[in-house]
């Protein structure tokens, strides 16, 4: 790792980030990029889990696209192996590594030569893996290592933070339609009521009655009623 001073800069910019608006797949590009410069590598990337398998979602640079989309294929590799131990899976020098022949043959032709992968976990629930690649053969440190675990537990908190406000936006979408369609309601039932000369409770069982028979949704009935001058009766 370059620098404690670096690594502090780099967490608190993240964690910082949580607090915002922000969309995910730009944050894990850029902490790619920021854990690549951090331990100087050659690259990083993130691949993330849908259903049984593994899928790259960003890698960083370009080069080390093609062994993130191997290893999807062919769901064989240091972040496939990271993901279904739960695991880190560090290896010093490919050159010594005889699993994944495909993926070595990419990674020598990429001239990659170490490779660590970092398990993404929630609890005991795996949902990826943060991948690390060097040009030069690298003994991982403990120190290099857990940074990069600090950062992978941060880039699965940006996952879980950003379903956590998802389900919290459709929920106030919800709510704001809900009261609005009570709104809306409470209109037309005061249209139905004037218009048939009855009470706004007989309104609002005429009202039901046509969007149940019509099968038609309530709001899409109160919506006609105030804004299209339909008159159920």
Known sequence: MKSYEQFVRTTSDFSARLLTDYDVLEVLEELAERLADLLGLVGSGVSLARGDRLEAITAIPELIQPLEKQQELDQAGPCIE???TGRVEAIDDLDREIRWPTYLRIAHAQGIRAVA???MRLTDQGIGALNLYCATPREWSEEDLGAAQVLSNMATAFLINASTLAKQTLLSEQLQNALDTRVLLEQAKGIVAESNGTSVDVAFSVIR??????RIPLQEVANAVVHMGVRPT
């Open 82 to 84: 990271a993901h279904r």
């Open 117 to 119: 992968a970092i398990p």
């Open 209 to 214: 009655k046509f969007a149940r028979t019509r």
